[in-house]
């Protein structure tokens, strides 16, 4: 925050200090770091960036009939997984089992509207995984758009709920 007259003004973050060296400026003092081992993994998203796929989604008749290109981004955050300290396949989800199910999905029969198309991903996402994921994610976007500006795609995002941390 600034005051109305003076200059501005920083507070440092709460868990470091400012300590001051002979001849030079503050310098920023945190926690050792050795005790970042101790903290707590609260849990683990698998982030999907990226996905393009041909399909035959839109409103007009033309975009049903010709392939066009499309973009998923998608976040599946897992239920109870401890990959992160096995590193064990079964304890995670394949990412590219999930890449393929969207891929499916979106080479699949025509949608008009891209809410349900990420929505039909999202639904498959959760019937093919139930309780191993929570939060779900995904991001379609259409990267021709039938509109008379240019512009770098349009896109929709469906999130359907589970514990997000």
Avoid: C
């Amino acid at each position: 925050m600034r005051p109305a007259d003076g200059p501005p003004t920083t507070s440092p973050p709460a868990d470091r200090s400012l300590a001051a060296t002979s001849g030079s400026a503050p310098v920023l003092v945190g926690p050792p770091a050795h005790t970042a081992s101790r903290l707590a993994v609260t849990g683990t998203t698998i982030a999907i960036d990226g996905i393009r796929v041909l399909g035959r989604h839109g409103l007009t008749p033309e975009e049903r009939e010709r392939a066009q290109p499309f973009e998923i981004d998608m976040l599946v955050e897992l239920s109870g997984s401890n990959a992160y300290s096995t590193d064990d396949i079964s304890d995670t989800l394949d990412y590219g089992a999930i890449v393929a199910l969207a891929v499916e999905v979106l080479e699949g029969p025509p949608h008009k509207l891209l809410e349900l198309l990420a929505g039909s991903i999202v639904k498959r996402i959760r019937n093919e995984y139930g309780d191993k994921v929570g939060y779900v994610a995904v991001t379609v976007r259409k990267l021709h758009p039938p509109i008379e500006y240019h512009v770098g795609g349009v896109g929709v995002t469906v999130e359907m709920p589970g514990e997000r941390r």
